[in-house]
């Protein structure tokens, strides 16, 4: 899951709960048809503030339950808390501004989908490629962040230029990951573009397999991003956004090479300020070498409402059809039904 976590504006220490549960039914399709899958992720924080420029945080996660693709059949992961259960320490960094916050570090272990490739406007989603394109195969976020360098550089209020160096699995900056992002504010609109490489050590694909035999090589790819906001009083909403993706990597190392995402949300539905209904499209392709273990294509359309009961708890039910789950090659035309709580404390 790509959580946004944001800076808090005060001198103040902050510790927060957040638990996200998610049960799922596969009405229709998939590999396991009329299953139900539980879930929750547990997630504790702590933020200390030390003055105006310096701030230190650290998170841990839980996770228990059943991983919903494994019974749906789907590529892209229509939930993004969906994993092998896990306990661990996630993240723990330290960020230093300059100049007025124009010049910012972050250094430590880093989701790095809290400041590359995300999409604005569509975190309210569930669906796992609504958050980041997964063309962008070796990503460091979720469930694995990793230790790194982070540099962030506004020359105007209106752009930044972000760069970042992650260590790999051994913790060893050599034969590491490299993103690197420049975003233009316009107006309402927002517009990234980016590129990544993971050096070095990336078994190529061959015909259906990775080819172990072969020298190891870098993967590399582009990601864009595009967003903005606008005023809308259809269903009695407050305010709108929308956001469009896309992602390109070499089928020779990734097994998605391209993705391509939209989305639409509506705020403050029917004069509930802090309700939100969201309709989003997700279609991905694979690589030709994995043609015998995956379906060439698959998409999925998702639609939402979460409903804020209290300040601390939401109920978001959610509909997703996946047209041709591309994981397994059994796995058919999928309709899942998903009620997430959201509780924070």
């Not at 976590?5 to 590999?31: E, I, K, R």
């Not at 320490?89 to 007025?100: L, R």
Request: proline share 3%.
């Amino acid at each position: 899951m790509a959580s946004c976590f944001c800076a808090a504006n005060t001198l103040a220490n902050s510790l927060s709960l957040t638990l996200v549960h998610d049960t799922s039914y596969l009405a229709s399709g998939g590999l396991e048809e009329r299953t139900t899958i539980n879930r929750t992720l547990g997630i504790v924080a702590y933020e200390y503030r030390i003055n105006d420029s310096t701030l230190i945080f650290a998170d841990a996660q839980v996770l228990r339950g059943n991983n919903g693709s494994d019974s749906v059949g789907d590529l892209q992961a229509f939930s993004n808390i969906d994993e092998a259960e896990l306990t661990k320490m996630y993240e723990v960094w330290v960020e230093k501004s300059f100049y007025e916050e124009s010049l910012r570090f972050k250094i430590g272990q880093v989701d790095a989908n809290n400041e590359f490739a995300y999409a604005e406007h569509a975190g309210e989603f569930i669906h796992s490629s609504m958050g980041f394109s997964p063309t962008v195969s070796y990503f460091p976020t979720y469930p694995s962040p990793r230790l790194s360098v982070n540099a962030f550089y506004s020359a105007t209020q209106n752009t930044q230029l972000s760069i970042g160096h992650y260590a790999n699995q051994n913790r060893s900056f050599s034969n590491g990951f490299t993103v690197g992002q420049w975003t233009q504010h316009i107006g309402n609109v927002t517009a990234a573009i980016g590129g990544w490489m993971q050096s070095g050590d990336i078994a190529p694909l061959v015909e259906n397999e990775v080819d172990e035999s072969m020298p190891p090589q870098d993967a590399s790819g582009l990601f864009a991003t595009l967003s903005g906001e606008f005023g809308s009083r259809l269903f009695a909403a407050q305010n709108g956004s929308w956001f469009m993706q896309y992602g390109q990597s070499s089928d020779t190392t990734s097994e998605i090479d391209t993705h391509i995402g939209a989305g639409i949300t509506w705020y403050g539905m029917n004069n509930r300020k802090d309700d939100v209904l969201g309709l989003g499209i997700s279609h991905i392709t694979t690589s030709p070498l994995v043609a015998s273990q995956y379906k060439r294509d698959e998409t999925a359309i998702e639609l939402f409402y979460r409903f804020q009961l209290t300040d601390n708890l939401a109920l978001k039910p959610d509909i997703q059809f996946i047209a041709n789950p591309a994981a397994d090659r059994e796995a058919k035309d999928a309709l899942v039904l998903t009620m997430r709580v959201e509780l924070s404390i």
